[in-house]
Structure formats: C-alpha cells, structure tokens
C-alpha cells in the first residue's frame, strides 16, 4: 500500500532534478512557533469580503471572514492562529451571475442570512492592526457595513509588503501561494483566502530570509503623503500616469483626481513637479498625511 510517506518521497526525487517543481497542498496551521527573548506579542485580523461588486458605496458584502493572530513585535514573527469567523450575508437582492460564478455563493445561500455585528466588532476590539490582500478594497466596505474598522490601524499584505523585490512576478494569492510558500490551493472563499494569506507572511523570502509580515508591519508604521492632481487638464493624464498617478472617482464628498501616495521625503520634489509640469501657474494639487488609521480608507 501506498502511504503519504513514499508520495513524499517521489515528490522529492522529482524537486531534486531540477527539472520539475512539485507543489504541495496547503494545509492550515494553527501555530508557527514562539516568539524569541520574551518579545512582546500582538493580535492582528486578517480579513476578506466576498461581494456583489467592486463599488463600494452600491455593492454589498455577501460574506466576511476574519483570522485573528498572533505575531512578535518587532520581528513580525507569526506564533498562533486563530479560529476563522465567517458569516454570509444576504444583501437584499439578486446574486450577479458573475459572482456566483467566481465565488460559488448563491441567491438560496444567503438567503435570510445576517453577520453578526458584535463578533465582528469584538474580533476588530481584540487586534491592534487589521490587514487584508489589497487593503484598499476590503477597508472601504467593511467601514461601511462596520463602523468598528474606521479607526483601526490597518495594512495590506499587497502593497506593504515588497514582493517585486524578492522576484515575485505577481501579487495574486494564489500565485504567491505557489512561488513563495510552494503550496497550492483551489479556492476562493474569505476564509481560505486568509488562511493562505496568513502562510504567505509567515513564510520567510528564499533570498534573504526576511518575513513577509516583517516588511509589512515596518511599511505600515511610516508615514506617507496622498497627493492629488485636482482640476488637473486632460491633456496631462498621460503625463500623470506615465508618474504612477492612478484615476480616483471620487465620493460625494471628495473629488475626482488623479493621485499618488509617496513617502514623506518626496513631497516638496513631487509638488515642483507638479506645479512646473501640470498646473503652470494655473491651480494646485491637494495633499494629505496617511498613516495606518487612515491609509486605504473609503473616507480618505
């Protein structure tokens, strides 16, 4: 009889060739370890949404998960793993063909279903940073339906941590899941998502050995600088994007402007720029100091 044992053993033969890579499946793991010499330890959230849009002051949330861990300090060490809540929602209307076909939830699932606020809130109360796989996405739509999350330190497992310096050609989970970690898994759900998004940042970069959530949690305590080309001419939109400037539509309470965050250092050069090259006299852009209560907000 076959066991886990010789498949293993196969498997290893096959890496030693080089010829092939063989991937092997992610299982969760409830603990990475301990901290080292007594540091400090702090909870973190991770957290996803599945739903029914990308928009979201129309879209609705039709299932939230949320991980709670903890991890060391200072060196961002992953220790435990927490158990997953995850709650559907039914969102008051029709399920878009498009979602359930990438999500796998249906109209009869969420049916009558509701999340329930005070786990949510008391997950939010009990972490000292909320993090999430494109931040920017996920932030603006648990603020809204979670009043709890608008004043968290929040980060994001994307843009906090540099993935493009350790030779990953993409930022997408499970491509991570399989260059990084060397795991592989099929799903699309919040809960999984957070529990392979949790591995990633524990798993240490074959280059330099450095942890993913270490640069995370150094790229979240520094301070940045929204700037926003307001009332910039159509002309220079190619010129702007060309400087990493990227389209914001706006709120009703905030204008449409190309923008950019950059570090803090960089203010005065990027504003020359601006003012040399985009306005020529004729208007100025806004700026707004971020931190990790601030960044990736929806209020912003």
Known sequence: MTTRRD??????????????????????????????????????????????????????????????FTFGKDSGRIINVGTPVVSLEDPGRPMPPEI?????????????QRIDDTEVKTLADNAQL?????????????????????????????????????GMGSVKLGWLLME???????????????????HILATPFADDGSLPMQHLLEASRKHTVLVR?????????DL????NYQWDNGTPDRAKAWQKEIAEETQEEELAWLRETIYRGKGAPETRKLTARTRYSGRR
């Open 240 to 243: 702007l994007k060309a400087r």
């Open 180 to 198: 990084h970690a060397g795991r592989y898994f099929r799903a699309h759900r919040a809960e999984d998502d957070c529990l392979a998004a949790i």
């Open 229 to 237: 080309a307001v009332n910039s001419h159509f002309d220079t939109k």
């Open 7 to 68: 498949f293993e053993a196969l498997a290893r033969q096959l890496d030693d060739t080089g010829e092939f890579k063989v991937l092997r499946r992610f299982v969760p793991r409830s603990s990475y370890g301990e901290v080292e010499g007594g540091e400090e330890a702090r909870t973190a959230l991770f957290v996803d949404v599945e739903t029914t849009g990308m928009h979201w002051m129309t879209d609705r949330i039709i299932e939230f998960a949320g991980v709670p």
């Open 100 to 112: 359930v076909r990438l999500t796998h939830i249906t109209d009869e699932m969420v049916a009558g």
């Open 130 to 166: 909320v993090i999430a796989h494109n931040a920017k996405f996920d932030r603006p739509f648990l603020e809204a339906r979670f009043p709890c999350f608008e004043d968290k330190h929040w980060a994001c497992s994307i843009n906090d941590v540099p993935w493009d310096a350790h």
